[in-house]
DNA sequence: CAGAACCGTTGATAAATGTCAACGGTTTTT
DNA sequence: AAAAACCGTTGACATTTATCAACGGTTCTG
């Protein structure tokens, strides 16, 4: 169960952790499991996790006036779900969480984590990397969303983001780019040719 | 000159400066000066400086296929200018930077500020509540770009960013927003009403 | 001061995308 | 096994936004 979490802060701080801070996060970090189409976070709800998915796929999203969803990030196996504005300011969040297939995670609460990351360097450089690359995507997401058509955006994301496309339906992608999924059949019917 | 800058980092990380480090800071931010339209950064350099913003304001865009800019970031007094990802991955930008009215700046080497912030825990601090921030930010952008209409895209825009509006012309907002220059004078034609 | 560049606006038209309704094929649930 | 929910597609049509061209007023610049 732990052992995805472990080789993920391995990995991204490439500083090995000693077998003492193995244990203390096995011992902070809660195992939950949710059944698909099962909340982790409602709108309305302070965010109170922020958990890695070790097993499953979720997306977050928020609903307007009009009872539509506006998918805003999709989840799978290594991912980090929660909503960090609601987490830190302590404000209702304007976003669901869910699960879109019957998901494993390890949760983790904010004053949990600050603690943790005292007690071990690894994790504080974790987050440091996490935040740039962070930083990083969200520019380019940004930066196609202004910049290119909804042609352009779905090819750009199929070859950046293979995985999405075979684990989540069509209508789900089409809400990601921010496109209606009529649109996105259509761009993909035209592609074809 | 450096008052700001000093100013701007004991407010963020709210743990005050020592003169030594003050002096420290003082000693690794060099000045720069930047006429109206002169680059900070052009498209395929890589970005060797982050600088900060003491007087005037500037703007981060990419150009298309068609020659069309597509502005996204804008920036004024106390605001970081530079490409992140060009930064840390030292690959060349897909961005220009220049000044849009007359600009002082204090500049630095990402090697120099990660010496620094060895030396000065203040800013270990500011820089994780500057990237805090940010992520909320970009969230909020990216929600708003996804989920609404032009119009309440630049309502948003124009309560959240009164300064902006005042400093930049509109066609630099509408690009910002992602639209063109048209749109924007009818949108607000229309809700003049 | 004169010419040039810049800026916001408007009209006419085209292109992109959304909306609504319907369908058939799947998968899930009971 | 039957019913329900889900999914992608298509057609007809509406709406939003882009494009192109032109204008008059301003500001910048030599």
Chains 1, 2 share one sequence.
Not at 4 to 14: E, G, S
Not at 19 to 32: D, G, M
Not at 50 to 57: D, L, Q, T, Y
Not at 142 to 170: V, W
Request: contains cysteine; glycine residues 4%.
């Amino acid at each position: 169960m732990y052992k995805n979490l472990l080789a993920y802060i391995n990995q991204y701080a490439n500083l090995p952790l000693t077998s003492e801070e193995e244990s203390l996060i096995e011992a902070t970090f809660q195992p939950k499991k949710l059944r698909k189409k099962q909340y982790f976070l409602q709108e309305g709800d302070v965010c109170k996790y922020v958990g890695f998915i070790v097993k499953g796929a979720m997306r977050q999203y928020s609903v307007d006036d009009k009872g539509v969803e506006h998918i805003v990030h999709l989840y799978i196996e290594n991912y980090w779900a929660g909503d960090r504005e609601s987490s830190i300011m302590l404000t209702p969040s304007n976003y669901n969480i869910d699960a879109w297939e019957d998901t494993e995670m390890l949760i983790i609460t904010r004053a949990e984590m600050l603690d943790l990351m005292e007690k071990i360097p690894a994790l504080v450089k974790m987050i440091r990397l996490m935040d740039e690359r962070n930083a990083i995507a969200n520019q380019r997401r940004l930066s196609s969303t202004i910049s290119n058509t909804a042609e352009k955006r779905y090819e750009e994301f199929a070859d950046n983001h293979p995985q999405f496309i075979q684990r989540f339906p069509q209508h789900i992608i089409a809400s990601y780019l921010g496109i209606t999924k009529e649109t996105l059949s259509r761009i993909r019917k035209q592609a074809m040719k």
